[in-house]
């Protein structure tokens, strides 16, 4: 419980860094997570309203929950799923001990940051 609210409380400073240095008269910057080898796989919107349903704090939305036994997100946690795999053994997982290669925070200006641990590491 304590790793998951310092997980939390990391994502939402990073978050708060980046839309921090949005002024007023710059567009909004959503920032999202997207993994796999390339990059490929949109995971979720991490500044977008809980509402949305890209947000990965909708648990109403595809992202913000494990839809079903054969969906593959940061939620769906288990020792098949590649991006809410816990273990060394999971690549592309933002909940692995060791990714090689973890999902990327991007904002739609295309930059980035590595990520590990993301928010829903944890969460049932």
């Known amino acids: ?10 994502a939402l400073m990073l978050v708060l860094v980046l839309a921090d240095s949005v002024s007023p008269q710059q567009p909004y910057r959503k920032i999202m997570l997207f993994g ?15 509402s949305a349903l ?15 036994p ?13 991006f809410g795999g816990t273990g060394p053994f999971h690549d592309h997982s933002a909940c692995a001990s060791s990714p090689s290669d973890p999902p990327v925070i991007v904002d739609n200006e295309g930059n980035y940051e590595i990520t590990q641990n993301a928010p829903p590491c944890g969460r049932g």
């Open 36 to 50: 796999g080898r390339l990059h490929d796989v949109y995971l979720g919107c991490l500044n977008c309203d809980q």
């Open 1 to 10: 419980m304590i790793r998951l609210f310092s997980l939390l409380i990391g």
């Open 70 to 82: 054969f969906s593959d997100n940061l939620y769906c946690h288990g020792p098949f799923k590649e």
């Open 54 to 68: 890209d947000s990965i704090f909708n648990e109403y939305g595809s992202y913000g929950r494990c839809p079903g």
